[in-house]
């Protein structure tokens, strides 16, 4: 039962372009949703997040966007550097401080 | 001076052996928890402690037992480990009140054979 969904396995975009990962979600009781980012051989770290309450969050070149009605949410990333290449796995969570439920990720490969 | 630490890295073993791998943070956070990442990529909760106590157990066989001698600590003993036991299990922490902002270790390897 995914409750959490980012279809793609994987995503190459040239340096200097804009990423764009997708996540959808089942879960209408979910209000927090989460990026984090992994690279091979650590753990995944916090990147950003946004509450159900907005529909945009940015952080420099990390922008997420929610639309509630659709259950979707995407990550964009501009410009892409190599140093992005990653995992990066979508989360959510239901209620303040309940736990995460994350996808299975999607691997950016961000070609020089 | 790792944030949240575990060992050992990689683990490879028997089936029907008991393993134990240990986690350790040194941020302060009152909250720690293990992850399951199985072949299929999901990344799976399996238990939560706060200041020692469990809050989250998730749907896990009774092979699996954690352990928190202090909130610093959270160890994860497996028995009679099976094939489907082998996976990458994350260890995070976090502060109670900001659960979705969670600090991972760099994992365990856990191979069964």
């Known amino acids: 039962d995914q409750q959490v969904k980012q279809n793609s396995p994987s995503l190459s975009v040239q340096e200097g372009r804009i990423s764009i990962l997708n996540c959808d979600y089942t879960?209408?009781?979910?209000?927090?949703f989460l990026w984090y980012k992994k690279y091979p051989a650590e753990g995944p770290t916090f990147l950003i997040s946004i509450s159900s309450i907005k529909d945009k969050n940015e952080d420099g070149r990390f922008t997420v966007f929610l639309n509630k009605s659709a259950k979707h949410l995407s990550l964009h990333i501009v410009p892409s550097q190599p140093g992005d290449s990653a995992v990066y796995f979508c989360a959510a969570s239901a209620g303040a401080n309940s736990k995460l439920t994350f996808g299975k990720g999607i691997t950016l490969s961000v070609r020089p | 001076d790792t944030a949240v630490s575990q060992t050992p890295k990689y683990l490879v073993t028997q089936m029907g052996n008991d393993k134990s791998i240990k986690c350790e943070q040194n941020l302060g956070h009152d909250t720690m928890y293990w992850y399951k990442q199985d072949s299929k990529k999901f990344l799976k909760i399996m238990f939560s402690?706060?200041?020692?106590?469990?809050?989250i157990n998730e749907t896990v066989p009774n092979r699996f037992s954690p352990k928190s001698p202090d909130k610093a600590h959270l160890n994860l003993h497996i028995n009679s480990l099976e094939l489907g036991d082998s996976a990458v299990y994350f260890c995070a922490s976090s502060q109670a009140d900001r659960v979705e902002t969670q600090y991972f270790g760099p994992g365990t390897r856990l191979l069964v054979l």
């Open positions: 402690y706060n200041n020692k106590e469990l809050i």
């Open positions: 879960n209408s009781m979910f209000d927090y």
